[in-house]
């Protein structure tokens, strides 16, 4: 089910409405607060659910985990760069805890920035592959990345 | 002027009991509408419904007095210092405002109610209060309605769309600027705009205090018991069915999510702020 928005939690920060990719949580022009203006574009990406600093954004989480009527809500700290989820079965009984490691190196640092990258040539700009695609994939670059490339060998059946 | 009363020679033209009454008349009415929006909008009936659902998942017991202490720390905090807002600027703007209209409305309360006493020289700390009380109202408000309104930049409302929604804050920032204008009017001798200024004042507060109902001055009864119940939700583990984030470095933790020491080290190092670097105001 698309996101939904606790109106006594949620202060009109607008985090939710910078992160979502699909642009479709605004701030309500009558009560100040954030709400999924279209439901049915919403792929579910639990970014404005992460993003959001009061929780005050949840979703209902898919019977392919837990049976319907459970409780999924997460919680992601940036500052110590772990994702923590909560599943709650709907009997109350069943309570599971998650964490996760989302980043091993300092936010904003390491990963290089596109305005530093020259920018694409016309011959770029008509080619198949995007920009500042992988070198991995490319043929014209070193050639073909195969498992023989790579020093390693195919096994059969089921192996560590 | 600013340290007269300026309640004091308005008592020439209208008698303070008239005044007084009004003033009753105001509480009355923000008691009523705030009962009605607690029927209205059930909210008393959602806190405790809430209260109870997370009773049932809570891992130990929270007493009488943990209970008194999370009150305090939650009259500290988030009533007294407004700590919920992440945004610092909303913070300022927001305590300037509320300081200022506590401070707006116990003086205009103290200056009426005092008035056959008050054309003396008594009330001169109390009135310089009531005009800085007008002025921080004003501060704090078209700060919040010029710059930080919550919906500006996203829905590209200019500072001149009001709606609905915005009759606290207009109500407010008009009776807290009209009470200045006509204070310093009727210091200057008065006249027809002074009257202007006086009638704009008292329409504007009328609005305030009458449509609780409708305005969002409700906020600052149910946001305190918000507040209260997520430390409680904090407090009995519950933790209004979020997760807990532990500390890293503990072996247990290491243990039971060995992806932790095997991707982010013994010692994961603080990784900054993340998407906090950024201000949301370019949505």
């Known amino acids: 089910m698309p996101t939904f928005v606790y109106m006594t939690r949620c202060d009109g920060c607008g985090q939710c409405v910078d992160i979502c990719p699909s642009d479709i949580m605004h701030i309500d022009p009558k009560v100040r607060r954030a709400y999924n203006i279209e439901p049915n574009m919403c792929w579910e990406c639990y970014s404005c659910v992460k993003a959001c600093p009061h929780n005050a954004i949840d979703v209902r989480g898919y019977a392919d985990f837990a049976p319907l009527g459970h409780s999924v809500r997460v919680r992601r700290d940036e500052e110590k760069g772990v994702i923590a989820w909560r599943i709650i079965f709907r009997n109350g009984e069943k309570d599971m805890n998650l964490l996760a490691p989302i980043t091993t190196k300092p936010w904003g640092k390491h990963i290089p920035k596109l305005a530093d990258v020259p920018a694409p040539s016309a011959e770029m700009r008509d080619s198949q592959l995007l920009f500042n695609e992988p070198k991995y994939i490319r043929f014209d670059d070193g050639g073909l990345h195969t498992l023989e490339s790579a020093g390693l060998k195919l096994q059969s059946g089921v192996y560590n | ?283």
């Open chain 2, 1 to 283: 002027m600013i340290t007269s009363n300026p309640f004091a020679e308005l008592s020439a033209l209208i008698p303070p009991a008239v005044m007084q009454a009004y003033v009753v008349l105001m509480v009355l009415l923000v008691i009523g509408g705030t009962l009605l929006d607690v029927m209205h909008k059930k909210s008393a009936k959602y806190f405790f419904e809430k209260g109870q659902s997370l009773k049932k998942i809570a891992k130990r017991e929270v007493n009488g007095g943990q209970k008194i202490g999370l009150a305090v720390q939650t009259l500290t905090n988030e009533v007294l210092t407004s700590s919920e807002f992440d945004n610092p600027e909303r913070r300022v703007s927001h305590l300037f405002t509320m300081y200022g209209f506590i401070v707006f409305v116990v003086t205009t309360a103290i200056l009426i109610f005092g008035l056959p006493a008050a054309e003396g020289e008594g009330s001169a700390l109390t009135a310089l209060l009531w005009h800085a009380g007008a002025l921080s109202i004003c501060i704090g408000g078209y700060w919040f309605w010029l710059k930080i309104r919550a919906d500006v930049r996203s829905e590209g409302h200019e500072w001149y769309d009001v709606h609905q929604s915005d009759l606290f804050i207009v109500s407010l920032l008009l009776m807290a600027t009209f009470a200045l204008i006509w204070s310093l009017l009727q210091a200057a001798g008065g006249g027809v705009l002074a009257g202007i200024a006086f009638v704009v004042f008292i329409v504007a507060a009328t609005t305030l205090f009458s449509t609780v109902l409708w305005s969002k001055f409700a906020h600052m009864f149910f946001k305190p018991a918000a507040a209260f119940q997520k430390k409680v939700a904090v407090a009995d583990g519950s933790r209004d069915k979020l997760p807990e984030i532990p500390e890293l470095t503990d072996p247990e933790v290491k243990q039971k999510y060995p992806d932790i020491p095997e991707y982010m080290g013994d010692n994961p190092p603080y990784m900054g702020l993340g998407i906090k670097r950024e201000a949301p105001s370019h949505y």
